[in-house]
């Protein structure tokens, strides 16, 4: 038995080579519609649809498989940004209602909209935005402020 979390991350050249004849059964757990896997090479990877995870590709072609449809994990708030534009079918656990709401300020989400825009990073192409940054270290240092510990605070970012 071979059982792989995070599969719709994990290249199928990597996922292929841990299957032995002696493999039985193979589970794939994860989410293809949130990261991909991430390859060396962009071009090798678009033109040879190497940017596909072996578990997206069943999915694709309508191999049996599972959904969980009932999240437990974030607000209501949170799960209207992603349903059902992304997830169609998923439903809020009745715990998530009874949350208390955030000391501190007005609503349990918010947006902020500010004009300093992102640097590049060299190293690794990849971007940082120092203002947003600083932000949201004097916002946690808010919260902990209004009586929440430090492992109670958890900052979320888009990629």
């Known amino acids: 038995i071979v059982v792989v979390e995070e599969a719709a991350e994990?290249?199928?050249?990597?996922?292929?080579s841990s299957l032995t004849r002696h493999c039985?059964?193979?589970?794939?757990?994860g989410d293809h519609k949130q990261l991909r896997?991430?390859?060396a090479v962009y071009k090798l990877a678009k033109n040879f649809n190497f940017n596909i995870s072996l578990f997206e590709r069943m999915v694709n072609n309508e191999i049996p498989c599972y959904?969980?449809?009932?999240?437990?994990r974030m607000?209501?708030?949170?799960?209207?940004?992603?349903?059902?534009?992304?997830?169609?079918e998923l439903k809020n656990h009745i715990s998530?209602?009874?949350?208390?709401?955030?000391?501190?300020?007005?609503?349990?989400m918010f947006f902020l909209n500010?004009?300093?825009?992102?640097?590049?990073?060299?190293?690794?192409?990849?971007?940082?935005?120092d203002h947003e940054a600083r932000f949201l270290i004097m916002f946690a240092?808010?919260?902990?402020?209004?009586?929440?510990?430090?492992?109670?605070v958890t900052i979320l970012t888009t990629y």
């Not at 607000?75 to 169609?88: F, Q």
């Open 96 to 108: 998530v209602y009874n949350r208390e709401h955030i000391r501190g300020v007005t609503k349990n």
């Open 141 to 152: 240092r808010y919260l902990i402020l209004q009586g929440y510990k430090t492992d109670q």
């Open 67 to 72: 959904t969980l449809n009932e999240q437990h």
């Open 10 to 16: 994990v290249l199928e050249a990597h996922l292929v």
């Open 24 to 29: 039985q059964h193979l589970i794939l757990i």
């Open 75 to 88: 607000r209501p708030e949170i799960a209207s940004l992603i349903t059902p534009s992304i997830y169609n």
């Open 37 to 39: 896997p991430n390859n």
């Open 114 to 129: 500010h004009n300093i825009y992102e640097k590049e990073v060299e190293e690794n192409s990849s971007k940082s935005n």
